[in-house]
């Protein structure tokens, strides 16, 4: 009978001490937080293939969680973020810049640079325009590329939209902010590559990420537009790519969001789709375009 009640209490110890051990399994395994939940970023279009490929690999990590992302242009992205449409606003301009956008209610994620060029159909005979020339072109008083020095050609200008933060960015940095001449207007910058490709003597304006080998990109005043300049402000037509968030964004955006600015999309993505990475800068740029080391 001794025996009996000392085995007993040996085995109520044993069921204790695996009783502990399960609770235990199932707390640790209750502090890996599984992020799920969906979030919608809309906006630039030139921001737009790095978010969509990033939004992918952030699923496949994260199977419970859904990025959707659509374009529609910075004017919209910022206005639907504002309102509360969106969890996510994609500009290629700081909120400052857009009229009718509160941008102290919307907090700035910087997660790449984008360089813009002017872009031209291959058939012009051009590779470089000298600042004043570029201007000239969009704002009408130049109408055939023999007048700076191409073949004799009728200059056919392709325009994004109003609201477009491609459009905002190319005024400013490239044209000193002079309007363009009426013309030919397009919300997305996959439609202007294409049409520019087909269209003689057409010329338009692009993020690195969209010129390819179907058009050419101009070089201005010799500086040829690529990321090493960039880097350093040679090549003045960039804007940092931003994902604008009503506040300080939770669940899913905030961690999208950092994910963004992870080594994984910094280093791989950012490069791979002719964006630069935000940790590659020289120098930093404010919305009213004062500039420093960094």
């Given at each position: ?15 204790a ?6 609770d ?8 890996s ?19 969509e490929a990033?939004?992918k ?26 309102q509360?449409?969106?969890?996510i ?6 909120a ?18 984008v ?9 012009v ?39 477009s933060?491609?459009r ?39 993020a ?20 090493k ?9 960039w804007s ?5 968030t ?7 955006a ?10 994984s ?30």
């Amino acid at each position: 009978m001794g025996l009996l009640i000392i085995f007993s209490a040996l085995m109520l110890v044993l069921a204790a001490c695996g009783n502990g051990d399960s609770d235990k399994g199932k707390a640790s395994s209750g502090d890996s937080k599984e992020i799920s939940g969906s979030v919608t970023a809309v906006g630039s279009t030139a921001l737009q293939p790095l978010v969509e490929a990033a939004g992918k690999q952030f699923q496949s990590e994260n199977p419970k969680a859904q990025i959707n992302v659509q374009g529609g242009g910075s004017g919209t992205g910022l206005t639907q973020v504002q309102q509360g449409a969106v969890e996510i606003g994609n500009s290629d301009v700081f909120a400052e810049e857009k009229d009718g956008v509160d941008a102290s209610k919307l907090v700035d994620h910087k997660v790449a640079v984008v360089g813009m060029a002017p872009v031209a159909n291959k058939d012009v005979g051009v590779d470089n325009l000298t600042k004043q020339q570029l201007i000239d072109i969009f704002t009408g008083k130049v109408k055939n590329w023999k007048d700076v020095g191409g073949k004799d050609e009728k200059i056919t200008i392709i325009n994004r939209a109003e609201g477009s933060g491609t459009r905002a960015t190319f005024e400013k940095w490239a044209l000193d902010g002079a309007d363009t001449v009426k013309a030919q207007e397009q919300d997305s910058s996959g439609t202007v590559r294409k049409i520019v490709s087909e269209t003689p003597g057409a010329i338009s304006y692009l993020a690195f990420s969209y010129i390819d080998d179907s058009i050419v990109g101009l070089s201005v005043d010799g500086v040829k537009p690529d990321e090493k300049n960039v880097a350093t402000n040679d090549w003045k037509i960039w804007s940092y790519e931003h994902m604008y968030t009503n506040g300080e964004p939770k669940g899913v955006a905030k961690e999208f969001l950092k994910y963004m600015t992870s080594d994984s999309v910094q280093n791989d993505l950012v490069p791979q789709l002719g964006y630069q990475s935000i940790k590659q800068m020289k120098i930093e740029r404010d919305a009213e375009g004062n500039v420093k080391n960094i």
